[in-house]
């Protein structure tokens, strides 16, 4: 049988600890869709870098929990709406 597919906010935060980057896009854009706040979303990819980092201790995984905790902060600094650092994050990734 077919896998269901998981489509709760979670699966934005599997898809980046797996780093799968499709996923990771397809996730965001459902997300967005659905109507999540930024900031949910945000806290989310946040929780599952922090994650990764506890079970894989290396200077990508550090440096991808660094990148997010100053997002928001940079985001407003800059003038641009968390939604679009977002993107432009996950792009990144990809």
């Keep these: 049988p077919k896998k269901a ?3 709760t906010i979670f699966a934005i935060g599997n898809a980046l600890q797996q780093g799968k980057r ?4 397809v996730a ?9 706040a930024p900031e949910a979303i945000h ?3 946040f929780w ?8 894989n201790d290396s200077p990508k995984s550090r440096a991808l929990v660094s990148d997010l905790a100053v997002l928001p902060h940079e ?4 003038g641009f709406d968390l939604e679009y ?5 996950v792009l990144s990734r990809a």
């Design 5 to 7: 597919r998981d489509t």
């Design 85 to 89: 650092a977002l993107e432009h994050f």
């Design 22 to 25: 499709k996923e990771l896009w």
């Design 43 to 45: 806290g989310i990819l």
């Design 75 to 78: 985001s407003r600094r800059k």
């Design 28 to 36: 965001y854009q459902r997300e967005l869709q659905k109507g999540s």
């Design 48 to 55: 599952a870098a922090k994650q990764q980092c506890m079970k």
